[in-house]
């Protein structure tokens, strides 16, 4: 299933960079060769601890990698569903005609009887 894929990834990034969640703010270390200074974000700071949003919404390039990639599986998962209800659709009309047929020839040969 999609989000269980999703979620398997953001536990992969999570293993590379986990957070810490302090009163006002979240952190976290990059465990790669160079260090990386952490800047706020403010999208971040929205989603965790449900600060309302400005005008302006500033993001690391990995959250904007993550939201695509997210979107991408979301798009995924919505046309499988449509043919899914595609499929159910017909099948049910099928169903219901079958029903249909099946009471009018037991009523016809309730009335030869």
């Known amino acids: 299933m999609p989000s269980e894929k999703f979620r ?21 270390e990059e465990k790669s ?3 990386v200074s952490f800047q706020q974000s403010e ?8 600060k309302e949003l400005r005008d302006i919404v500033v993001m ?18 919505n046309e499988h569903l449509r043919k899914s209800i595609r499929i159910l659709k017909i099948a049910l ?3 219901i005609s079958a029903a249909v047929l099946a ?3 037991l009523s ?3 009335k030869q009887i």
């Not at 999208?43 to 449900?50: I, P, V």
């Not at 690391?60 to 998962?77: C, D, G, H, P, Q």
């Open 8 to 28: 398997k990834f953001l536990e992969v990034q999570a293993k590379r960079s986990p957070l810490k969640v302090n009163k006002d703010m979240i952190s976290w």
């Open 33 to 35: 060769e160079r260090a």
């Open 43 to 50: 999208f971040l700071e929205s989603m965790y601890l449900g």
């Open 60 to 77: 690391e390039r990995s959250i904007a990698a993550m939201l695509k990639y997210r979107l991408t599986e979301l798009e995924k998962e």
């Open 93 to 95: 009309s099928g169903v």
């Open 103 to 105: 009471f009018l020839v």
């Open 108 to 110: 016809l040969l309730n």
